[in-house]
């Protein structure tokens, strides 16, 4: 095929399928905005709160280490090892892109939050463990958490191949699930509030995660496109 008479697309990453599914995810996101803003909690939070908070296996103390790993500075060390897991499995394209895709996250979430000024779960509706400042909505941990494991884990599933693009969503998967039940059982935030961002986070990666492919630059794709030593072309070396 011949690339002067038959370019290709500079982003491949960036289908029609995809760009609708992106555009829905964004406006139930911004539905879910709406709610929360209007009201305290989502009509399901309150169950799924007691339910877990009575049942979950899960010890306060553990609980209270998880929240730690999203908090100054430890967020930093997350940061890093996100840079280098992306590194490992696609490249540094993929390790810089952990930047915006972390601090993007981050600062939309701080500057979000007051102008939905969802307030915190109340003592009086399920069990709270100390006193959380700020607002619920969305859940800073859950979009820091989104923007490490999430991506890595988005990431692994895109870019690897073999055992790893399943084991590694698995564990990211299980990272977020984990995180999102400390939490709740920690009583800081509303079940809508950890899977929102969690939501917020995947529309964020999956608008950025084209820009990590490898074969992006042009001289990546002339270079793939080479034979290799010793093989003739499959046209016989007509052009």
Not at 9 to 29: E, T
Not at 139 to 152: K, R, V
Not at 210 to 236: C, E, F, H, I
Request: glycine residues 8%.
């Amino acid at each position: 095929m011949d690339p002067k008479t038959n370019p290709q697309p500079l982003n491949p990453g960036y289908s029609l399928a995809s760009m609708l599914g992106m555009l829905a995810l964004a406006v139930a996101i911004a539905i879910l905005i709406f709610a929360a803003s209007r009201l305290p909690y989502f009509p399901t939070d309150l169950a799924i709160a007691r339910g877990l908070q009575s049942r979950a296996a899960m010890p306060v103390s553990a609980a209270k280490w998880i929240t730690a790993t999203a908090e100054k500075p430890w967020w930093l060390v997350l940061l890093a090892l996100t840079a280098v897991f992306a590194w490992v499995i696609s490249g540094w394209r993929a390790a810089l892109l952990a930047i915006p895709v972390f601090f993007g996250l981050l600062l939309f979430g701080i500057w979000l939050s007051p102008h939905v000024a969802q307030p915190r779960p109340s003592p009086e509706l399920i069990k709270v463990i100390g006193n959380p400042k700020g607002y619920a909505f969305p859940s800073i941990f859950g979009l820091i958490y989104a923007a490490t494991f999430g991506y890595i884990g988005l990431l692994a599933a895109r870019r690897s191949r073999g055992a790893s693009a399943i084991v590694i969503p698995i564990l990211a998967a299980a990272a977020l699930i984990l995180g999102g039940c400390a939490r709740i059982v920690l009583g800081a935030h509303w079940p809508s509030d950890v899977w929102t961002s969690y939501l917020m986070g995947l529309f964020w990666i999956g608008l950025l995660m084209p820009l990590s492919a490898r074969d992006m630059t042009p001289w990546r794709r002339q270079r793939s496109n080479k034979p290799l030593a010793g093989v003739a072309p499959a046209n016989g070396g007509r052009p």
